[in-house]
């Protein structure tokens, strides 16, 4: 009998991303070298040959310099055979030009999956969901997306997802509603009065004494 507290279980934010070692379209990987001082978003599709996956593959394939550009590594996966995405590969590159210029892993014993809680019983046993895991250089998982089998993501809320933490990193502050690059930053809140006079004496854009933004 299956144990479901296996298919169940995901790690969270802020957990140490599990480390495993796969068969993908770029060979055997293992993700802590694969992500080795950079981001690495990992990312889970339903099924190849599908159209929605089809869309949102094409979609990070033809972003891959974007995510070049913000040190950011591309790791997709599904519970298909290497030949199987072998063949999409060919096939879409083939009829539409672009080509999955990332590793694709083949997930056949849904370890992966399983281990990344990408399977839903009550969406599908057999079919990873839309999962994206964005993973930072240190291993450590900083925000998680779910998505049905029948919903393609947003690539635009992902670009300015990982935009918006590695900001957050290099800056030390937070990001504001449908914050996007360019847009000012929340600066962290004071911690005691004296941190809290010199904030009302600052030139930063008070909305009160908690809630203050600032341009970088």
């Known amino acids: 009998m299956e144990d479901t ?33 950079s981001w690495v978003i990992l990312f889970s599709h339903p099924a190849d040959f599908t159209p929605v996956c089809t869309t949102e593959m094409s979609g990070f394939a033809e972003e ?40 694709i892993i083949a997930d ?3 370890k992966v999956s399983k281990m990344y809680g990408m399977l839903q019983p009550g969406e599908s046993e057999t079919s990873a969901v839309r999962a994206v895991f964005f ?23 992902i670009k300015r997802s ?3 933490l590695q900001t957050s990193d290099e800056h030390g502050v937070a990001l504001p509603l449908n914050w996007k690059k360019n847009d000012k930053v929340i600066v962290p809140p004071p911690k005691t009065v004296q941190e809290m006079t010199e904030r009302e004496n600052s030139d930063l854009e008070m909305v009160d004494f908690y809630l203050a933004k600032k341009s970088l």
């Not at 934010?13 to 599990?18: L, S």
């Not at 995510?67 to 083939?94: C, E, P, R, Y």
């Open 5 to 37: 507290n296996e298919i169940h279980s995901m790690p969270r934010i802020g957990d140490i991303a599990p480390d495993f070692e796969a068969s993908t379209t770029f060979g055997n990987l293992k993700l802590s070298d694969y992500g080795k001082d």
């Open 64 to 103: 891959k310099k974007w995510f070049d550009d913000h040190n950011t590594k591309l790791m997709g996966l599904s519970i298909d055979s290497i030949h199987s995405h072998v063949a999409w590969v060919n096939n879409v590159k083939k009829n539409t030009g672009v080509l999955f210029d990332f590793p």
């Open 108 to 110: 056949l014993d849904m």
């Open 135 to 157: 993973i930072d250089p240190k291993q450590k998982i900083r925000l998680i997306m779910y998505y049905p089998l029948n919903v393609g993501r947003n690539m635009d809320e």
């Open 162 to 164: 990982l935009e918006a």
